[in-house]
Structures are given as structure tokens and as C-alpha cells.
């Protein structure tokens, strides 16, 4: 019998994506995906988690153009898990998830706004002649 190792998450991106470079054509893009499942806890709250997700080459270089922080996304891939040493020695365990694909299914607008009101004040603000005036210790000519 084989075994299968498959995972399957729909969440939403809560950091901006991360994307390193190793040469040419291989790159790797880490990327946390925040999953809630209504109702879960013995008290009906919602149970939330935060997932760390690695896509590799030439995913991540189709994630690279698409995903933004606040995407909600789905995402296929299989558990890996990781022994981490610090400069103390000290051992530290991690999950991972490497995606084979994803899926993007809602496309957040939140970032552009974000980035649109700062600029949109900045071209409000008037510029007058007086604020490029010389002062008596700078030099015209310089």
C-alpha cells in the first residue's frame, strides 16, 4: 500500500510574501497562510492557525505575479517537518508545507488602497514658489 501525503488549505495570506533568489531560474517564495474554522473550539469560538508555506521555482515564480498579502487562496502540498539547531544548540521543530499548486479565489483590493491614499495626499499638497527660495547660506550658484 502507498502512502499519501497531501495537504489541502484555503486561507488567506497574512504576510507579504517572501522571495529569495538562488541563481538564474531558482527561486523559492515562503508565505504565511492564516486558516479559521468556524465554531471548532468546545466553547464555539473559532479555532485560527497560521500555516508557513514554501512554493518552489517555477510556482513561485506564477505566485510572484499573482499573490499579495490578503489574498484568499487554496493550496495543494505535502507536510514536511524540520529540525532546527541555534548558535546555543538548542533544537527547535517546524512544519512546512512545500505547495504543489494553488488555487488564487478571491483577490484582495485592501493593499492598493493602502498604497493609493498616501500618494493621493501627497499630490493635495501645494507647492509654492517661497518653499524653494534660497536662504541667505546657500550658495545660488552651487
Known amino acids: 500500500m502507498d502512502s499519501v501525503n497531501t495537504v489541502i488549505l484555503e486561507g488567506y495570506i497574512s504576510d507579504y510574501p517572501e522571495i529569495r533568489y ?3 531560474e531558482h527561486l523559492r517564495m515562503k508565505l504565511r497562510l492564516h486558516t479559521i474554522e ?3 473550539k468546545a466553547d464555539g469560538r473559532d479555532w485560527e492557525q497560521w500555516h508557513n508555506i514554501e512554493l518552489s521555482n517555477a510556482l513561485a515564480k506564477q505566485a510572484e505575479a499573482s499573490l499579495k498579502k490578503g489574498d484568499y487562496i487554496r493550496i495543494e502540498g505535502r507536510l514536511a517537518y ?9 533544537k527547535s521543530y517546524s512544519t512546512i508545507i512545500h505547495a504543489r499548486s494553488f488555487i488564487l479565489l478571491e483577490q484582495s483590493n485592501n493593499i492598493e488602497k493602502v ?13 509654492r514658489w517661497n518653499d524653494f527660495a534660497n536662504t541667505e547660506e546657500e550658495d545660488p550658484m552651487a
Request: hydrophobic fraction near 30%.
Open 115 to 127: 498604497i493609493e491614499e498616501p500618494i493621493a495626499k501627497q499630490m493635495k499638497t501645494e507647492l
Open 82 to 90: 524540520h529540525k532546527n539547531f541555534d548558535m546555543e544548540g538548542n
Open 22 to 24: 538562488f541563481g538564474y
Open 38 to 40: 468556524k465554531g471548532l
